[in-house]
Structure formats: C-alpha cells, structure tokens
Nanobody, 123 residues
Framework: QVQLVESGGGLVEAGDSLRLSCAASGRTFSNYGMGWFRQAPGKDREFVAAIAWSGGRTFYPDSVKGRFTISRDNAKNTVYLQMDSLKPEDTAVYYC????WGSGVREVDYPYWGQGTQVTVSS
C-alpha cells in the first residue's frame, strides 16, 4: 500500500502559476503510475493529468493541456503538478492518486488517494 500527501495549494489570481506536490510513502514509488484529479464544488471529480510508472508517458485532458505539466522525481518519492496560466475555473480540490504498475484517466484506475489540497483562483 502507498500513502499520499498533497501540498502546495492556495489562493492565487488568474494568470498565476502554482505547483502542487504529492509525497508518497509505503512502497516502491517508481512502480506506481500517478495521477492528479480535481473536484470543484457541486461537480464530479475529473481527471487532470497522469504519468506512467515508467515516467515516459503523460496524459492530459484538453481543458489543461498546454497549461499543466505533471512530472515525477522517483528519488524523492514525489509527483508534481505545475499549473500555469491558471483560470478561475481551475478552482477545485486537487487530489493525487496512485496505481501499481498502471496509469489511466479514470478514478477507478487508481486504488490509492490522498486527502486533497485546495486551489482557489480569483478573477
């Protein structure tokens, strides 16, 4: 099992940047595909980014492509989400998720989840 703790959320203005971190502990981090999801008030949780366990492939929905970048540092057991050109519609709780030997764009692809970190973008 792996434990995940997100950090780096906060209140920013539209156009600003923010970097989220997700620290993992418990098992061999490099064996886990990692994902970021977000949930805005009154909405379903949605996929934001994913990176394969090998680190070579990344996935993004059109809503964040070109603005968000996922990366991982296996030596630090950490995955990052760099968010640039933030918009008010990016406001949500952001969750980190992990899947052993896997990756995907659906919530069901990930058995392990963090508690989330709030990101608020003001206009």
């Amino acid at each position: 099992q792996v434990q995940l703790v997100e950090s780096g959320g906060g209140l920013v203005e539209a156009g600003d940047s923010l970097r989220l971190s997700c620290a993992a502990s418990g098992r061999t981090f490099s064996n886990y595909g990692m994902g970021w999801f977000r949930q805005a008030p009154g909405k379903d949780r949605e996929f934001v980014a994913a990176i394969a366990w090998s680190g070579g492939r990344t996935f993004y929905p059109d809503s964040v492509k070109g603005r968000f970048t996922i990366s991982r540092d296996n030596a630090k057991n950490t995955v990052y989400l760099q968010m640039d050109s933030l918009k008010p519609e990016d406001t949500a709780v952001y969750y980190c998720a992990a899947a052993l030997w896997g990756s995907g764009v659906r919530e069901v692809d990930y058995p392990y989840w963090g508690q989330g970190t709030q990101v608020t973008v003001s206009s």
